[in-house]
């Protein structure tokens, strides 16, 4: 299987995931049980994403300036800092290190 077959299948499959959310009558989506597995459903997909970009550099697992730079924008997020100001940070604290040599 080729890579477009892949994606071409994987687009598929989400038309039709969609397609059958359609079908379900409302009452099974509003059920509390629903809503809590959607809600930690967004939480965790998010967090993975989270962690992929951070450690991931193809297939080797990398500990470089944004580790620490997550960890900074993870404590001003603890300390209910502006979301800018957490961008900004974190930025800050990578292109430092970067800027030291402690990255690549």
């Given at each position: 299987m080729t890579l477009w077959n892949a994606v071409l299948l994987a687009s598929v499959i989400c038309v039709a995931l969609k397609a059958v959310g359609y079908l379900l009558p409302a009452?099974?989506?509003?059920?509390?049980?629903?809503?809590?597995i959607a809600d930690l459903l967004t939480v965790a997909l998010l967090a993975a994403?989270?962690?992929?970009?951070?450690?991931?550099?193809?297939?080797?697992?990398v500990v470089?300036?944004?580790?620490?730079?997550?960890?900074?924008?993870?404590?001003?997020?603890?300390?209910?800092?502006?979301f800018l100001v957490v961008v900004a940070a974190a930025a800050?604290?990578?292109?430092?290190?970067?800027?030291?040599g402690w990255a690549a």
């Amino acid at each position: 299987m080729t890579l477009w077959n892949a994606v071409l299948l994987a687009s598929v499959i989400c038309v039709a995931l969609k397609a059958v959310g359609y079908l379900l009558p409302a009452r099974w989506l509003e059920a509390p049980r629903p809503a809590r597995i959607a809600d930690l459903l967004t939480v965790a997909l998010l967090a993975a994403l989270v962690v992929v970009q951070t450690l991931a550099a193809g297939p080797a697992i990398v500990v470089d300036a944004r580790v620490p730079a997550v960890g900074v924008a993870a404590l001003l997020l603890w300390a209910r800092a502006p979301f800018l100001v957490v961008v900004a940070a974190a930025a800050v604290t990578a292109a430092l290190l970067r800027s030291w040599g402690w990255a690549a």
